[in-house]
């Protein structure tokens, strides 16, 4: 199975700032990787899909990157709404894995 | 609008069977994977597994021999069973929906997610 790692496990941030979420998966996955944000309580909510495509409705201060084994997610000027954990999934063979996500807390 | 909605028993003994069933409304039941996902209290996700239009199914391995997916075309709902549960199956369990029509991939429309406990 395809192992994801994310990193870091958890931030801190404040409002306004520019932060970057890594995933690294254990082979290469072309470009079949999403991102997805959860909120407590909430079912996740996908972000960008295809490692770089923004889903309709999402803020365009979400951005992804990436192809093979490495992966970026960042965000730009952090809103107190984007306070939340992150999961990265790949699709490119089942079964279809997850990271273990990062928690952006706020400073 | 596409929305899901699911339901099922929430608690159970150990080693009782886990039923769950999600209904899809709105846009098209034909042509896409319809998937569970859970999710232990306080910990990450995990994918379950998927079953297509056809009932053709993909298992997480780790619960293969456990699990069953079904799809029931006329009503446009499928469900999830799970034997034999123990404490490490608590967890919200959630359905999804494929992203593109004829692709397993990416999950855009999500149930509500329930809560069984063991």
């Known amino acids: 199975a395809i192992q994801l790692t994310q990193s870091p496990s958890s931030l801190s941030a404040s409002v306004g700032d520019r932060v970057t979420f890594t995933c690294r998966a254990s082979q290469d996955i072309s470009s079949a990787l999403a991102w997805y944000q959860q909120k407590p309580g909430k079912a996740p909510n996908l972000l960008i899909y295809?490692?770089?495509i923004l889903e309709d409705g999402v803020p365009s201060r979400f951005s992804g990157s990436g192809r093979g084994t490495d992966f970026a997610l960042t965000i730009t000027s952090l809103q107190p709404e984007d306070f939340a954990t992150y999961y990265c999934q790949q699709f490119h063979t089942y079964l279809y894995s997850f990271g273990q996500g990062t928690k952006l807390e706020i400073k | 609008q596409v929305q899901l909605r699911q339901w099922g028993a929430g608690l159970l003994k150990p080693s009782e069977t886990l039923s769950l069933t999600c209904a899809v409304y709105g846009g098209s039941f034909s042509g896409y994977y319809w998937t569970w996902i859970r999710q232990p209290p306080g910990k990450g996700l995990e994918w379950i597994g998927d079953?297509?239009?056809?009932?053709?199914?993909n298992y997480n391995p780790s619960l293969k021999s456990r699990l069953t997916m079904s799809i029931d075309t006329s009503n446009d709902h499928f469900s999830l069973t799970l034997a034999s549960v123990t404490a490490a199956d608590t967890a919200v369990y959630y359905c999804a929906r494929s992203l593109r029509y004829g692709s397993s991939g990416y999950y855009r429309h999500w149930g509500q997610g329930a809560l069984v406990t063991v």
């Open positions: 295809d490692a770089s």
């Open positions: 079953i297509n239009y056809s009932g053709s199914t």
